[in-house]
């Protein structure tokens, strides 16, 4: 993140906005994360070290709520999750 602290934030990528974002909320140190979306823009190396941090988040005793809508970040065995709740539009498939 210190590479990013001289660049203005609407200077930033996608992704390292949504890494900056992320970066503030952890600096906040509240009981409870709500994450919406925290993996949109980011490849699939930087979605993994996402996840993992809300996971450590988790493990270490603060509740962590994320809205996620890739697929394969959020099937039900997936490491990253101890309570999927699935939902769709119903005119989804």
């Known amino acids: 993140m210190v590479r990013l602290a001289a660049r203005a934030f609407p200077r930033l ?11 503030r909320v952890l600096a906040q140190g ?4 709500l994450l919406d979306e925290p993996t949109a823009h980011l490849d699939v ?3 993994e070290l996402v996840l993992a941090v ?3 988040l988790a493990t270490a005793g603060r509740a962590v709520v994320a809205v996620l809508h890739e697929h394969p970040i959020t099937v039900i065995d997936h490491p990253f999750c101890d309570a999927p709740l699935p939902v769709s539009h119903p005119d989804s498939p």
Do not use: I, K, N
């Not at 990528?13 to 970066?23: C, D, I, M, T």
């Open 13 to 23: 990528s996608g992704g390292e906005q949504a890494r900056v974002s992320l970066a």
């Open 30 to 33: 509240t009981p409870a994360v």
């Open 45 to 47: 190396r930087h979605q």
């Open 54 to 56: 809300a996971r450590d």
